[in-house]
């Protein structure tokens, strides 16, 4: 039988988009069925396999999104959204395959369930970038959403902090906003797309706040301080407002956690 490692390394070192994401679902459908065995026989990669296209570039060196309602500045914000799916793929999957064997097999299941929804959502982001004539890789990417994920390679505690706790619960505070100037422009497919990204957000940071209270209160610590102190030490980015603090405390983020670093 084939093992559950081997499975999930084989889907980071695929490089080519599509197969990446059917890759995941199969790895996701495949535990789910018992078709892979407990086993963490391989190492996962410092990096996943990237595609050549598209060219990641540092935050400053990202070109201007230009007008939202011109095509160039639609088109920019959907292949924004795509990258990020795309990555994000890659981060739930390490999560499973890195932490999986010292965590238990309900933390891998829930990893990998995220990661199935990542890919579904870069599908769903892939084809609308596909409906407005362009595709996936046609314009520069943030080069920086994979320096979280290396950073905190050695600490789960600090994994789930950073990846689920902090960039995630971003999505849930900024995603309402765009949802609602994307319906405004009349792209009510654009808009249900994001509806059910927002809706597989909320459980996605539920998933990684469960676990990351879980390993605190199983060493005695504090979750929200031991939080505070993680992201101080790991997370180069500031936590700002404006946060959306019903999807947060929905995710068992409460105020507890952000509102003392908050800048």
């Not at 238990?104 to 995220?114: A, I, K, T």
């Not at 849930?172 to 808009?191: I, N």
């Amino acid at each position: 039988m084939p093992t559950l490692a081997g499975a999930i390394r084989a889907a980071l070192l695929t490089a080519d988009p599509r197969a990446k994401a059917m890759a995941t679902r199969d790895v996701a459908r495949r535990w789910r069925l018992g078709q892979l065995a407990w086993r963490f026989d391989v190492t996962m990669p410092d990096e996943p396999a990237r595609p050549a296209q598209p060219e990641l570039l540092p935050p400053n060196r990202m070109p201007k999104r230009g007008k939202g309602g011109s095509e160039r500045g639609r088109i920019a914000l959907w292949h924004s959204l795509a990258h990020i799916e795309f990555v994000a793929i890659d981060l739930a999957l390490d999560m499973a395959g890195r932490f999986g064997e010292a965590m238990g097999e309900e933390f891998v299941s829930d990893f990998l369930s995220v990661a199935a929804d990542e890919a579904m959502h870069f599908a769903l982001l892939a084809r609308k970038l596909e409906s407005l004539g362009s595709h996936y890789g046609a314009l520069p990417a943030h080069g920086g959403l994979w320096q979280a994920a290396d950073e905190t390679r050695d600490d789960v505690r600090a994994r789930l902090a950073i990846v689920p706790m902090v960039l995630e619960a971003r999505g849930l505070d900024v995603t309402p906003a765009t949802l609602e100037r994307v319906r405004a422009r009349g792209d009510e497919h654009g808009a249900r797309i994001l509806e059910r990204i927002l809706d597989d957000e909320i459980r996605h940071v539920a998933i990684g706040t469960k676990h990351f209270v879980a390993l605190s209160d199983a060493a005695g610590d504090s979750p929200q301080q031991c939080w505070q102190g993680l992201v101080s030490r790991h997370f180069r980015g500031a936590v700002k407002p404006p946060f959306n603090d019903s999807a947060r405390l929905a995710a068992g983020l409460s105020r507890d956690f952000y509102a003392a670093i908050a800048s």
